[in-house]
């Protein structure tokens, strides 16, 4: 859970953060409108309802973990706990998947034909029982290995939709730069013909193609804009035909930077899917979405929101997200209301305060930071600085238009301002950011990890706790014991939930346990180099 | 030099880079009006009007140094060398003092009096010569000292004026917190009564104003903003009266971050200042901005541009700053366009292609990036797409709206996009980015320095390379010359311009050399140690 409307809030605080509030959320929109997907927990934990109902104890909190009869690809580990009460639903999700990206049909007529045709390579996610026909398929295809963690809020709808729908996206875009991909010696085609690449792609024809690109420049469309502005650098007052001899230089793409791309534009896919779906179902809340690739050799990690991926080598952390916060994006949330201050109703300021300013203060000058400032100063405080600030808070409390505690994500279409007319979608990126680890460039042993959680365990545990309680823990496991993973990861939930104590829970030290939902993911890093 | 126009740009191109264009840029715009300032080469190194002159002889190219009879603080060494004929004059400008920042006298009456009362420690910059009573003022004021480098385009004006009235819009803005600057122990107050701070500042007062707040904020004003929005996380069903046990926290603001702030918004009045001047006097051009602030034993780099600031200790290489070009700044650049699509005057496109789109390729599908992305996908080609982009080019040649290939700076209110009314200025951010580097924190030897130059060096020689040169040249120089800095800068400026041969200037390795304006500080660390 990274959200909470001012009222829950200060529900929350005023109850201890135990007690349940109903279908948390769901009221918000939609909600006499059929559900898209049911509430579910992983389709990986293969839990009956009874057992999903059982597991959603706020008060004993019972830790789930993959059964040892049901294996991930890569023997990745995984366990989750509901949270200790602030919403009756656990409302993180998670999803593992090994898709097939296959060559597009050929189009029957011209329109842009985008079903997706990626499709789960079998019936057990971690690729076991392929069968011959699948396997000639996968000569043809490409091979990812794909796991999302996603934090659901104001309602579980959206995460569950994302959990169920984002891969589709993802191999989506990739089928449409699939052949590219998979001639990795050739640079990507700068432009291509009207349809998108199907399997009767040539490269060789593509690069004729180019070559006349280069050479037709010369007798390029006199259009206004182009003999106006030329090209880079050209000389170009209107009305003075261009040179007959230039070329366009053309920026080298590389077989990275188009996945990164797929990886961005799919996000972005998805977040419109969820608009659309909501005008006709149910699809509650927001959440934020951590999706991770392997795909020719490298990870991809995606991350809009807050939950975190970390890589543990040799002991060691790679950080391989940042977090998108009030706080980590507040330069380009008060830029975006100072370009377009009527987001902001008349009620807010988009200026920063060292704290909230009283009218009694008026003419008195205090700290404050505008979005060109990483510093501070004073300003003289007028009439409109008395507005309630665009940014509020600070750490885990602080908001944007005092509603919501992370910045990036999918869903919150009907997100407003209490008690107003204010969205706050506008303020919200669905974009993640995406960083790639080269994974076969190096040597990975039994106890090299991405470890993937969403906030409930990074709030508690920094990034060393979890890289010592890892690797300690992986020590003392049977290197050949393909569940080690999966109990490690149920180690490190337990020292984020922690025990039961006079009613609160508690970890190491005597420190407040996370008492949000907690979900995570173990994933072993020596599988990348012997499976594709 | 950093920007071109086009045509600028492909004349350049066409001569070889070797004709000079007469008072380049300075018909822009108020060639009319008076000059604010008449061109100068930098203050300190005390040329005559005919030693300016022949200094600008673009095919001799003399390499100019600090005399020695002259002494900067610390025994910053200094060098320039003027371009090779794009320019008829030095763009570059540099100014270095040593400030005293003293506390405003009282307020007469009760208006905003903001002169600058900062004032330069002796006549010598190297703080040599003070007397008893300017010793006194010292006491009672605070010491700084100032390194500027401006890099000047589309005429000289801007870059002169800069050198001349930044350091003082810097004083004036660290007047405001001077009294908070100088107690180090105390953090600064978060709100101050309604004249800036004076030298009767008392902090104790201030601390009980501080409590009446925390404990005032009950009965705090119900404004409908108040009221309905409440502090961070408080329950606020407006018409609901707000909890009476709460208090506003505050965030913790640092000593350092005032002095960030003070920057931050000196360049924004210096920016302001300019646009100001422009309507009566005749100030050409734009510049960017590198500045180097040392205080209470900090060394703060300030920079709007593409100069850039290294420090070299122990021959290892520290950054302390990042360029601003069309290329770093392309999100910020294609997001500001997005929001505000008429800025590009219906001429350009926000979108960036991998390269020119023709409109013989309508319907063709295109590499691109929209502003949310860092990696690369394809799009169909369509009308739109077919405008001049926002941002064109690679490397040195990327342009903004075809114009400017520098992204922050001061300066070009006037500036448009050739043969039209789209201004370049919404798009360029006075703003500079502020690195911090606690200097007294490290013992510095002798051959440890802050070098700053101007693009003309960075151009050709990388850091390394530098950091290779400095260290070499300093290991062969007396510890004790105090002129050794000097030069090194002059060695360095030197490896950046190289030698005439053949009519092209060349470096080692037979790579062309720079044919910009080159500027070249070297600031020794080690006397940050022993000076205040």
Same mark, same amino acid.
């Given at each position: 859970m990274t959200m909470l409307t001012r009222v829950k809030s200060a529900v929350t605080h005023f109850m201890g953060g135990m007690i349940a509030t109903g279908a948390n959320g769901d009221h918000l929109s939609g909600s006499d409108l059929p559900l898209k997907f049911p509430y579910m927990r992983p389709e990986f934990l293969g839990l009956s309802p009874d057992e999903i109902e059982c597991s959603a104890d706020h008060s004993a909190r019972p830790i789930l973990i993959l059964k040892e009869s049901k294996r991930l690809p890569w023997s990745t580990g995984y366990a989750e706990v509901i949270n200790a009460? =602030? *919403?009756? &639903?656990?409302?993180d999700q998670a999803c593992c998947e090994v898709l097939t990206v296959k060559p597009k049909p +050929?189009? *029957?007529?011209?329109?842009?034909?985008? #079903? +997706? #045709?990626?499709?789960?390579?079998? *019936?057990?996610p971690n690729g076991e029982g392929l069968g011959l026909q699948e396997s000639l398929e996968v000569c043809e295809g490409l091979t990812l290995h794909y796991w999302g963690l996603f934090d659901g809020h104001a309602g579980s709808g959206v995460a569950v939709a994302a959990s169920r729908q984002l891969h589709g996206h993802i191999a989506q875009h990739l089928q449409e730069v699939l052949d590219i991909l998979r001639l990795p010696g050739q640079p990507p085609p700068t432009c291509m013909g $009207? $349809? +998108? &690449?199907? %399997? %009767?792609? %040539?490269p060789h024809h593509q690069h004729q193609q180019q070559q006349q690109h280069l050479t037709a420049t010369g007798q390029r469309s006199l259009s206004r804009a182009a003999s106006l502005r030329g090209a880079a650098g050209a000389p170009g007052t209107s009305g003075t035909p261009p040179p007959q001899t230039r070329f366009f230089t053309e920026k080298k793409v590389s077989h990275e930077s188009l996945v990164v791309g797929a990886l961005e534009n799919a996000f972005k896919d998805m977040d419109v899917q969820i608009e659309k779906d909501k005008g006709v179902y149910n699809v509650s809340g927001g959440c934020t979405a951590l999706a991770v690739l392997y795909l020719l050799g490298k990870l991809y990690v995606a991350n809009a929101g807050d939950s975190r991926a970390v890589i543990i080598r040799s002991g060691e952390v790679i950080a391989m997200s940042t977090e998108f916060t009030p706080e980590s994006e507040r330069q380009r949330l008060q830029f975006l209301a100072y370009m377009h201050p009527h987001l902001l109703g008349n009620e807010f300021t988009h200026l920063e305060f060292a704290r909230r300013v009283q009218k009694k203060e008026m003419g008195k000058r205090m700290l404050y930071r505008d979005f060109t400032m990483s510093g501070w100063a004073y300003k003289s405080i007028e009439e409109d600085d008395l507005k309630f600030p665009l940014i509020y808070g600070e750490g885990k409390k602080a908001r944007v238009l005092a #509603?919501?505690?992370? #910045?990036?994500?999918?869903? !919150?279409?009907? &997100? =407003?301002?209490h008690d107003s007319n204010i969205y706050i979608k506008p303020f919200l990126s669905c974009c993640p950011e995406v960083k790639v680890y080269p994974l076969t460039l190096f040597d990975h042993g039994a106890d090299d990890v991405l470890v993937l959680g969403t906030d409930g365990l990074w709030d508690v545990l920094s990034n060393q706790e979890v890289a010592e309680a890892v690797t300690g823990f992986l020590a003392n496991?049977?290197?050949? !014991?393909? %569940?080690r993973y999966t109990m490690a990861a149920q180690d490190l939930v337990m020292r984020a939930r922690g025990m039961l104590k006079d009613r609160s829970w508690r970890i190491s030290g005597d420190r407040l346990g996370s008492g949000d939902d907690i979900s995570v993911y173990l994933i072993p890093l020596m599988y990348g180099n012997t499976q594709t």
């Open positions: 009460g =602030k *919403s009756s &639903l656990n409302e +050929p189009a *029957s007529g011209g329109g842009a034909n985008r #079903t +997706p #045709t990626s499709r789960r390579r079998s *019936s057990l $009207e $349809e +998108p &690449l199907n %399997h %009767h792609y %040539h #509603t919501i505690g992370v #910045t990036r994500g999918l869903g !919150d279409h009907d &997100l =407003k301002v496991c049977d290197p050949d !014991d393909q %569940h």
